[in-house]
């Protein structure tokens, strides 16, 4: 029981401390300790400053300076290096940004490419072939082959989930995945996370402004202040 | 294809007219480069074509020699042997001038020996009068060593070995005199022996003071000339393959003799230290231009390095490590340069053809710059070499970016 339990969790922190040192010494994260579910969507909610989104960039490896620690996997991160927290999240995590964030010389395909020839698992053609059929589950597939700059946002933001889906992580993170988007848009984006978590077995952290959005997710993590409050 | 290069080769691409010009900045710095280093070797092989005309690589005589001051006596019974330092006035002749010559021309690097006397003499017709200087020589020796028959205005050089009495006079003597092919010369020496010559050629060096004294006769005459016989040797003169190493081969060739063997660097140090002085401009100059094509890269990439953070920020939160985002920038920067720096061998190539057909006169004719093989190769390597670190610190630079500041903003 012990086991099933330990395996279900994908992601736990333990007593996450952050402070930020310009202008003057703040403490934006304060003994931060929670637990993420296998296929779980979860939603961090809050106001602005209540440092959701500095609690999503630590979740991301991306941000290495802080105290307390964090488990991806069953695997603590905490003490990797800046390279081998890269292959972890080329391998374990995709990542959603507001400003979708797309390289806009390449090609909406080769943008969804991309994480996939980093990570050199599969061949040119096989990831190619992937990589479309990412984009056509998202209704993109007449969009494959222009460049990213000529899309609309919506679009934009279609394609920065595909590009996230490519190399099947673990979890997706997500900071204001909707966060500049129209409701129609909105709503396929929250569809299409609901089928990941639920039926492709991946689980989504997403940082969100979007009450409607939170209400519908499977969780919601509320922060003020620098601690989790509900 | 390598997912770093792909990106890179993206980039490139994405900013045609950036990379273009980048790339033009490294052709003309590795033209010019390439360019003048060919240049200064025509000019120190211009200069040294025109010094070889008149001394040789090496030049082997006896050396007045300083008396030694003390002799220490061996035992305590026998006296000192005092003298006062003087310069020995022995002859200045070679002993054995047969079995040195042979003994030089053992050394293998050694291409013409040549044996010289040189005669004081005054050169008289009627009234008037020049003192100068005859130099007795194998005829055919002395053409292979300064190439005499390329700077002769009248007659043939090489009739001197069918024609015992015969002179090869410089052209200032033959004007001043007013002495043409075929006309008779009367030599008076400093040992007060008088003969009579017969002109059979004009030389011109374009340097007036050899053209105004100098003239060539058989070894026997310059000896008849000195009141000497056929051992008498004041000079060897000595040809190598390789002048740059004259100092060299004479040092050795000191030992094997035990004459003193002059270079010709020691000879005339003022061309050396002329053609060094040109050597450090030049260079100094080339390698400061290609510096600033450089300079281009590096700013240029500076510039796409600051426009691409957002890309930067992306790529490294996907997974691409520090040094696949150094090498993304540094294969943008050598595409640039490996571009450059061929349409820069181009260039050079283009230049010194230009060059090569300039004819410049005197004795030197056309130009004479070549393409350099070594220079040429030098040129790329080092082009290839500055562009790869003018590429390398931009892209350090962009490595070093922090993804979450880029978020954050």
Redesign the interface.
Known sequence: MEERVKDNIILKTENINKFFYEPVEFQVLKDISFEVKRNELLTLVGKSGSGKSTLLYILSTMDRDYKGQLWIDNDLVTKKSIDELAVLRNEKIGFVFQFHYLLMEFSCLKNVMIPALRLGKLSEKEIEERAFSKLEMLGLADQALKPASKLSGGQQQRVAIARALINDPLIIMGDEPTGNLDSKNTDIIFDIFRELTHNQGQTIIAVTHDDDFARKSDRIVEMKDGRIVG | ?D?NL??AK??IF?GKKQTAVAAVGVLLGMSIYIFMNCLVIALDRGSMTVVFKNISHIRVYKDDMISKELVKSTDSSSKYIIINPRVVPKSNTIINPKMVAEAISKHKEVTVVAPQVNAAVFYNNGKSQISGISVGVNPSEANRMYNINSSMVEGDFESLKTTPSGIVIGSGIAQKMNLAVGDNINLTSARGINRTFQVLGIFKTNVSAIDKTKSYVNLASAQQLEKEGASYITDINVDITDPNNAVRVGEELSKITGYKAESWQEASESIVTGNKMRFIVITLVSTLILLVGAFGIYNILNMTVSQKL??I????????????VVRIFVTQAITIGAVGVAGGVVLAIILVTILKNVYVGGDIGYFPIDYEPIKFLQGVVFGLIITFFAGYFPARKAAKVD??EI??K
């Open positions: 294809m997912v792909d990106i993206t980039y994405a957002n890309d920020a992306i790529l490294k939160a996907m997974g691409f490590k520090g040094k696949d993804p979450v978020f954050r």
